[in-house]
């Protein structure tokens, strides 16, 4: 169970972040959801749940392919936001619940899919919540996880974590891609196959879309400045004019249940 102090920022920041998050293009892009749909392997007899569903993006997604596709969310704003994007997608076939993820309300084998993108990296306790991704997925389904990947160098992988922790407090830690490989076995899972895409953007509309501390904005611009010449941060990132673009690696895992 997330503990209040965490709790509560994480209400904060999404609640703040519904729209900017699930409007930027780097989130909505078709190509990267048509990814993580194809990879999954999901069909028109599937039930698929989302675990801290955002706005919905990849309910939404799945459910234009299978039968039933269900998201749930802390934040209320994020589901209010989601029912919204259901509404303009014309989908009858979602359902929506606002709540936490530990424990998740659901039986034991409830869904034939069961996936996470761009959550394990706010979670205190990502193997646990893994392990009732587990609990939930039906024997022969699928476990999904989607996530950022931080660098397998030590240093920058604790630079890029202390620079998302000045952009948005709720986050806890990205996990270099063995280690989040390495949750799917102590989740009672076999090793996951995988596959990858670039989360793209700039880094001003990236601010433009957190909610930093008074002051981290400038700290934050100061970082991937610095990153530019030293690689710091451990991503791929450019500079077009007065403008730095930022490429995350995205890790797509999938174990079979």
């Given at each position: 169970?997330?503990?209040?102090?965490?709790?509560?920022?994480?209400?904060?920041?999404?609640?703040?972040?519904?729209?900017?998050?699930?409007?930027?293009?780097?989130?909505?892009?078709?190509?990267?959801?048509?990814?993580?749909?194809?990879?999954?392997?999901?069909?028109?007899?599937?039930?698929?749940?989302?675990?801290?569903?955002?706005?919905?993006?990849?309910?939404?997604?799945?459910?234009?392919?299978?039968?039933?596709?269900?998201?749930?969310?802390?934040?209320?704003?994020?589901?209010?936001?989601?029912?919204?994007?259901?509404?303009?997608?014309?989908?009858?076939?979602?359902?929506?619940?606002?709540?936490?993820?530990?424990?998740?309300?659901?039986?034991?084998?409830?869904?034939?899919?069961?996936?996470?993108?761009?959550?394990?990296?706010?979670?205190?306790?990502?193997?646990?919540?893994?392990?009732?991704?587990?609990?939930?997925?039906?024997?022969?389904?699928?476990?999904?996880?989607?996530?950022?990947?931080?660098?397998?160098?030590?240093?920058?992988?604790?630079?890029?974590?202390?620079?998302?922790?000045?952009?948005?407090?709720?986050?806890?830690?990205?996990?270099?891609?063995?280690?989040?490989?390495?949750?799917?076995?102590?989740?009672?899972?076999?090793?996951?196959?995988?596959?990858?895409?670039?989360?793209?953007?700039?880094?001003?509309?990236?601010?433009?879309?957190?909610?930093?501390?008074?002051?981290?904005?400038?700290?934050?611009?100061?970082?991937?400045?610095?990153?530019?010449?030293?690689?710091?941060?451990?991503?791929?990132m450019a500079r077009e004019d007065a403008r730095?673009?930022?490429?995350?690696?995205?890790?797509?895992?999938?174990?079979?249940?």
């Amino acid at each position: 169970m997330t503990t209040p102090s965490h709790r509560d920022m994480i209400l904060d920041q999404f609640s703040r972040q519904a729209v900017p998050f699930s409007t930027s293009p780097g989130i909505k892009d078709e190509q990267a959801l048509r990814l993580i749909v194809e990879f999954s392997g999901a069909g028109p007899e599937d039930t698929v749940l989302d675990v801290a569903c955002g706005g919905g993006i990849v309910v939404c997604a799945f459910a234009r392919v299978v039968r039933h596709a269900t998201g749930i969310d802390l934040t209320p704003a994020m589901i209010e936001r989601a029912r919204s994007l259901q509404a303009e997608q014309g989908l009858s076939n979602v359902s929506w619940k606002q709540g936490d993820v530990l424990p998740l309300p659901w039986p034991d084998g409830a869904f034939s899919i069961v996936t996470s993108r761009f959550a394990f990296h706010h979670f205190l306790d990502p193997r646990a919540v893994l392990a009732e991704m587990r609990r939930v997925c039906a024997p022969g389904g699928k476990v999904v996880v989607i996530d950022t990947e931080a660098s397998p160098d030590v240093a920058k992988a604790a630079e890029f974590n202390r620079m998302e922790k000045l952009r948005d407090p709720s986050h806890v830690r990205a996990m270099p891609l063995t280690e989040l490989r390495g949750l799917f076995p102590q989740a009672g899972l076999p090793a996951p196959r995988g596959t990858s895409y670039r989360l793209e953007g700039e880094l001003e509309a990236l601010l433009g879309r957190s909610f930093p501390l008074a002051g981290d904005a400038d700290k934050i611009r100061e970082i991937f400045a610095a990153s530019l010449g030293d690689d710091r941060l451990g991503i791929p990132m450019a500079r077009e004019d007065a403008r730095i673009r930022y490429a995350y690696p995205v890790a797509v895992l999938v174990a079979d249940r």
